[in-house]
């Protein structure tokens, strides 16, 4: 069975996880390569919570239902 990381660098894994190994160690590089998926999950809810909390106008003018919120009558 296929995991993923197996398409690069002939089935060996990650291809920067070599690199990550020679510089961190292998047991940081193999823990930061399961942590990716849920520190980008969580940075992509707080960006979302950021941008809900302070009605960041340059932002929410391109969600459909939000920018009505900002029209200005001309």
């Known amino acids: ?3 993923r990381g197996d398409f ?3 089935g060996r ?6 690199m990550l190994s020679r510089l ?8 930061l390569q399961n942590w990716t998926p849920t520190l980008t999950t969580w940075g ?4 979302v919570g950021l941008v ?5 106008r340059l932002i929410l003018d391109y969600v459909p239902y ?4 900002f029209k200005k009558d001309d």
């Open 1 to 3: 069975m296929r995991r």
């Open 8 to 10: 690069e660098a002939g």
């Open 13 to 18: 894994g990650w291809a920067g996880s070599r």
């Open 24 to 31: 961190m160690g292998p047991r940081y590089a193999q823990l």
């Open 44 to 47: 992509t809810v707080g960006a």
């Open 52 to 56: 809900w909390a302070t009605d960041w």
């Open 66 to 69: 939000i920018n009505g919120k």
